[in-house]
């Protein structure tokens, strides 16, 4: 899709845990046939591209992209757009030279009030101490009008975030969130929580709401909906 390869199957990728099986996680988890052999592509990739081309003016209008820690697939197509300025934020933004990323800290956001059309923050907040400030943050250098893409892993079945300050170790992190790194497992509350810092929030998914020519073409997850918050 990003490169125009077709391939009978994609290679398999994703992290092994049982805490994204027994909770029913989407957007996360070992799974088969998601990765594209030639450009590198994913399923959370590929579902952003086609939501901007298939739901938004992204591609076609004038608009001002803060991206944080981005994937690089979607980060190539959106600067190949001539209308898109395109800033990449990191922590560590030696890692997107390619990109001239900034250093961002993405709960101290080093821009103005109201600066961005969109901001795309994807598969982050799970790996992030303080989420509400970081919400809050997107939210403000957000323009009225404009929306955040806001992505994580989700249990499906889980009411309430897991979550533990105090689990420290690896292993236990590892038991509880499904990854070393991830200080917490998103439950269906997640949504409360971007509401409290200001998002009026949508879930649009591409197979309840019938916005994909072929439902099966592009090897996406089915219970992943793009998570949107906007400010009003």
Request: glycine share 6%.
């Amino acid at each position: 899709m990003f490169c125009g390869k077709s391939y009978r199957k994609f290679l398999h990728q994703g992290v092994r845990a049982d805490v994204f099986k027994k909770h029913r996680v989407s957007g996360a988890g070992y799974k088969k046939n998601v990765r594209c052999p030639n450009c590198g592509s994913n399923q959370r990739t590929r579902l952003l591209h086609l939501f901007f081309e298939l739901r938004t003016d992204v591609y076609q209008e004038n608009v001002r992209i803060l991206h944080i820690s981005p994937k690089r697939t979607i980060a190539r197509e959106l600067r190949r757009r001539g209308s898109i300025d395109h800033v990449c934020g990191a922590l560590f933004p030696e890692r997107f030279q390619e990109f001239e990323a900034v250093r961002l800290d993405v709960t101290d956001i080093g821009f103005d009030d109201d600066e961005f059309d969109v901001v795309i923050c994807n598969h982050v907040l799970e790996h992030v101490r303080e989420d509400q400030k970081a919400m809050g943050e997107m939210y403000r250098v957000l323009r009225p009008g404009g929306f955040a893409v806001l992505q994580v892993p989700l249990a499906l079945d889980l009411a309430e975030t897991r979550e533990d300050p105090n689990l420290v170790q690896k292993r236990a992190r590892v038991h509880a969130y499904g990854q070393k790194d991830h200080l917490r497992l998103y439950g269906l509350d997640y949504f409360d929580r971007l509401e409290n810092a200001g998002f009026r929030v949508e879930r649009d998914n591409p197979f309840k709401n019938q916005w994909l020519p072929d439902l099966d073409r592009y090897c996406l997850d089915r219970d992943e909906d793009v998570f949107l918050g906007w400010k009003d």
